[in-house]
């Protein structure tokens, strides 16, 4: 081999194994998030359960953990993502860098590039499953959020229902209670309208009419009562058309 081509060789190499040491910068990191994924799957499996069940657990502190835990997720997301994706661009430039090298077997010997991938590529494996169940755990804690969101408002929908049937029942007995009042209240005032026009008729009396003052009196009940339930019902619609055309 020439000078340049041992120059050449030399250098692969030794971007070689700097690209190797690069690419094994994220395996701490992915060792310790595996044991924390453990940890929050473990959790969320845990969740997931009271979720179906929901005896004695509150959903709004359910909840609150999916939060907290898809937090915790999305922090791991954020500080890893960069270690993972360079480890794997690394492992790449390794692979091409080992191929540019043309090496040839020796019986009873390995390569450089199988003694170094059959090292590597474990690591590279772990780095890769550990960035897939960080993505998982994700994806899963937000469908179980989505599915316990869902029973809280459908829990909230059916308080709502409750809520306006108990206000539709109360409706219903004020307008009885209305009707009642509104009865009392014509039987009151035509008391005292009566009361009042035999009053009248008892001071000025019954003039020309061929009647007597009780008479005249009883005669003027019939009267008095349509009168005032006349004019009572009359208000009483023209409040209702101004409520209706509020509400539209």
């Known amino acids: 081999m020439s000078d340049s081509q041992i120059g050449r060789l030399t250098q692969r190499i030794i971007e070689i194994e700097t690209y190797r040491m690069l690419t094994l910068m994220a395996l701490p990191l992915a060792r310790d998030n595996g044991k924390d994924l453990e940890a929050m799957d473990s959790q969320l499996v845990t969740l997931t359960h009271q979720l179906a069940c929901l005896d004695g657990f509150s959903e709004q502190g359910i909840l609150g953990q999916l939060t907290a835990m898809a937090a915790q997720v999305e922090a791991a997301r954020a500080r890893t993502a960069f270690r993972y994706s360079a480890t794997f661009a690394y492992y790449e430039l390794v692979l091409k860098r080992l191929d540019e090298l043309r090496e040839d077997e020796v019986s009873g010997h390995l390569t450089l590039s199988e003694f170094i991938t059959r090292r590597l590529t ?13 993505e998982s755990l994700s994806t899963r804690i937000d469908r179980v959020s989505d599915m316990m969101r869902t029973k809280v408002e459908l829990s909230i929908q059916e308080q709502n229902q409750q809520l306006l049937t108990s206000m539709d029942r109360r409706s219903r007995i004020q307008l009885m209670m209305q009707h009642t009042v509104e009865g009392l209240s014509v039987a009151a005032i ?37 009168t005032v339930w006349f004019f009572t ?13 509020s509400k539209k």
């Open 122 to 134: 474990p690591a590279v494996n772990t780095c890769r499953s550990v960035n897939e169940r960080l």
């Open 190 to 226: 035509s008391y005292y309208s009566i009361g009042l026009v035999k009053y009248i008729i008892e001071a000025t009396g019954t003039g020309q009419l061929p009647l007597s003052k009780p008479q005249l009196v009883g005669w003027s009940v019939p009267v008095i009562i349509g």
């Open 233 to 245: 019902r009359r208000v009483h619609r023209r409040f209702k058309g101004m409520d209706d055309e």
